[in-house]
């Protein structure tokens, strides 16, 4: 018990005895270094039954386990919204609180996740990582490119509920539908 103690308390002291001898990182039980050193060997002993990927950590396969069950545990307590991992509730939960953690460091603007922030900042570098091999355009966001391939492909998935009329943009069904009310 005594053992269990003192490997407890080093979790709060920030004391890391056990290193990597492969790498720099430093851990406080022995335990979390044996499944760190499956990242250099490429050691994934826990794998399901029903497929075949297979994981380095228990707690992967658990969770992985759920996409299978259709088990979402996460209830969100504001909405009806339920989730497969905790991390989608919390980053959810930002929807009802309008909590935007992630700024940009060079406008005013400000997000809920930090994949759209590194989205954004390529607007300020320029890069644009996303090209269709059709056309020499390329663009900062994968969104984006869908939308410009719908132009080459003719693909129109928003119809109008009130015409026969379809569009590529939901922006421009949005437009579209103002003419019928009168809006």
């Not at 269990?4 to 022995?30: D, E």
């Not at 406008?107 to 954004?120: K, P, R, Y």
Request: aromatic letters at 8%.
């Amino acid at each position: 018990q005594y053992g269990n103690l003192k490997s407890h308390r080093r979790t709060h002291s920030g004391v890391t005895p056990y290193s990597c001898s492969k790498c720099t990182k430093t851990f406080s039980h022995s335990g979390s270094i044996s499944t760190h050193k499956r990242i250099h060997t490429g050691e994934k002993p826990y794998s399901g039954p029903q497929c075949h990927q297979a994981f380095s950590e228990s707690g992967s396969l658990k969770r992985h386990k759920r996409t299978h069950s259709g088990v979402t545990p996460y209830i969100c307590s504001k909405c009806t919204k339920s989730f497969l991992l905790s991390q989608h509730l919390r980053t959810h939960m930002r929807s009802h609180t309008g909590e935007k953690p992630y700024p940009c460091p060079q406008c005013d603007q400000a997000f809920s996740e930090s994949g759209h922030l590194n989205s954004h900042k390529r607007t300020h570098s320029g890069v644009t990582p996303y090209s269709f091999s059709k056309c020499t355009k390329s663009f900062s966001r994968s969104n984006i490119l869908s939308v410009h391939m719908r132009i080459h492909t003719g693909e129109k998935p928003y119809p109008c509920p009130q015409c026969d009329q379809a569009f590529s943009v939901l922006g421009t069904l949005k437009s579209h539908q103002m003419t019928h009310t009168g809006d």
